[in-house]
């Protein structure tokens, strides 16, 4: 069996471009605001990412960086007048933020109607009763990646390991309402493998280079990767032991190239979705 290989570079570049033929069409341009707080490198990228895609597809730009000791009554400010412009219309604040600063109080304290991380508790509930509105942008995409390559969702087996809010939850959630049988598995979850190789479709996102073996893998299975990890010698890889898995699998996602480029793809489209509701309001 050879996996076919699920191109999240290509079919992330179609939604971007699906994106900026409508951005094209509006009456004004979106403004999506990221903020940065320190200088992780790691963070730096990923907003920089951001800022050059959004970019590409019309927006106007919006990245702002605060010192790394800015106090949270500082950020926190900052959050609430970006929520009261008219201007702006999708937040995102990059974590890990610095240690002094709850990551929990500056989620919260995005307008929901432009949280488009997906992380406001009240789009979490949306979410969990079955009216989702700003979906988490990785769980999202992985839905997207899933039906650009027509793996069958209603009926079948799924598996989500990891339990975070940030991607399993989320993940368990949306498969959920595509009609899957889903397990929610995690560190405490009994013979893990095997119920991994109940999975017709698999999901990792867990953050443990190559924890997900081959034979962890049934015949056929969807896999997605959502790990991103780096090796002592700094290569780039993801939960699944990708050569392992392969030949097993029916459909996979590579690491790098794979969810990855999905979840800022998935961001520019929810800023969409945030601005065409707001503004009609």
């Not at 004004?28 to 959004?54: E, M, Q, W």
């Not at 500056?106 to 509105?133: C, E, S, Y």
């Not at 479709?201 to 953050?207: Q, R, S």
């Not at 790990?227 to 996602?253: C, K, Q, S």
Request: with cysteine; hydrophobic share 50%; net charge positive.
């Amino acid at each position: 069996m050879t996996a076919q290989v699920i191109d999240g570079k290509a079919i992330a570049a179609a939604l971007r471009a699906r994106l900026a033929a409508e951005v094209a069409l509006l009456p004004f341009r979106p403004r999506l605001v990221v903020i940065l707080v320190g200088d992780d490198p790691a963070s730096s990228v990923y907003v920089r990412n951001k800022r050059k895609a959004a970019a590409e597809v019309g927006f106007a730009d919006g990245t702002e960086r605060l010192a790394a000791d800015t106090s949270e009554a500082t950020l926190l400010a900052r959050i609430a007048a970006l929520n009261a412009d008219p201007e702006v219309d999708g937040i995102l604040v990059q974590l890990p933020l610095p240690a002094h600063i709850r990551a929990e109080a500056v989620t919260a304290a995005i307008d929901p109607a432009k949280d488009v991380d997906g992380f406001h508790p009240l789009n979490a509930g949306h979410l969990a009763i079955g009216r989702p509105t700003l979906v988490p942008c990785t769980p999202k995409g992985v839905m997207t990646l899933l039906a650009a390559a027509g793996v069958p969702l209603a009926g079948a087996r799924a598996v989500v390991l990891g339990r975070s809010t940030i991607v399993g939850r989320p993940m368990a959630a949306l498969l959920t309402l595509a009609d899957a049988t889903v397990t929610l598995a995690h560190s405490r979850t009994r013979d893990l493998a095997a119920e991994c190789r109940r999975a017709d479709i698999l999901v990792a996102a867990v953050g443990r280079p190559g924890m997900v073996r081959g034979d962890w893998v049934a015949p056929g299975a969807a896999v997605i990767d959502v790990g991103i990890n780096r090796t002592a010698d700094r290569t780039l890889v993801g939960d699944v032991a990708y050569a392992e898995a392969a030949p097993h699998a029916g459909w996979i996602t590579p690491v790098p190239g794979g969810v990855g480029p999905m979840t800022i793809a998935t961001l520019l489209e929810n800023t969409v979705a945030a601005a065409t509701a707001r503004r009609r309001t």
